[in-house]
């Protein structure tokens, strides 16, 4: 709350994501987290959204490191565009989908990451900000996070993305989980489509080797963030969730 009130007092003196990220920043010192390169403000945002507390932290990074670099690299575009200057998905119930992850033996951090971004990519295939000609998209995660906490198998929950259809209207998109799907949650003995399998198995094959390319041509890390948010941490503003 304290750390709330103190990146209110930027106001009237930084940009909008000077002060939104200055307090990300604070919440990223009391986590124990570092605050430099892009990756680390895009996970330290990632851990403020699932409202991880510090004895947590470990383990959620444990999780995030799991991810291919393609995948991270995927996760951090998303997590720092702001809707202004780049296109944007505003996740809505983002943190009861990360909350009730984390509580599911049978999710997991690392599982709803994976099924995050499957949806995220399948979102932006579909074209729905060109269609909306807009920089931002409210995308309603409700009917996935609620799912998310009753879910017992974890092929079922794996299988999610391929199970939802987008309820659209005018600058918001509702994610709603088929019925059939809904009854499987409890099915332990469930499996997929052979051939979507395969599919996610040859995602994931991809997904590394363009980590691995990445890693043999990406220079050193890229360090804060540019723009408005750099000009505001130069100022003594530092940068915030």
């Known amino acids: 709350v304290m750390a709330g009130i103190r990146a209110l007092v930027w106001l009237e003196k930084a940009c909008a994501q000077g002060i939104y990220w200055s ?9 124990g987290l570092p605050f430099e390169s892009r990756s680390d403000l895009a996970f330290a ?15 959620f990074l444990l999780d995030w490191s799991r991810l291919s670099a393609h995948d991270r690299n995927f996760l951090t575009n998303h997590l720092l565009n702001d809707g202004l200057h780049e296109p944007a998905f505003i996740l809505s ?20 990451l994976v099924v995050l971004i499957e949806l995220m990519e399948a979102l932006a295939a579909s074209g729905c900000l060109e269609r909306c000609a807009a920089q931002m998209l ?9 799912f998310t906490e009753n879910v017992e198998s974890p092929k079922v929950f794996m299988a999610l993305a ?3 259809s987008f309820a659209s209207r005018q600058f918001r998109i509702d994610c709603v989980v088929s019925a059939k799907h809904k009854d499987r949650s409890a ?24 980590s691995m390319s990445m890693d043999l041509h990406l220079p050193g890390r890229m360090h804060g963030v540019s723009g408005c948010c750099g000009r505001a941490e130069r100022a003594g503003t530092r940068l915030s969730i």
């Open 93 to 112: 119930f983002l943190p009861a989908f990360l909350t009730n992850a984390s509580k599911n033996k049978s999710v997991g951090v690392y599982r709803a």
């Open 23 to 31: 307090y990300i920043g604070e919440r990223a010192g009391m986590l």
């Open 162 to 164: 391929r199970n939802i």
């Open 138 to 146: 409210d995308v309603g995660l409700q009917d996935i996070a609620e």
């Open 187 to 210: 099915d332990l003995n469930w499996s997929d489509n052979p051939a979507y399998e395969t599919r996610a198995a040859i995602r994931r094959v991809e997904h590394w080797v363009s």
């Open 45 to 59: 945002r990632l851990a403020c959204l699932a409202r991880a507390k510090r004895e947590c932290v470990p383990s």
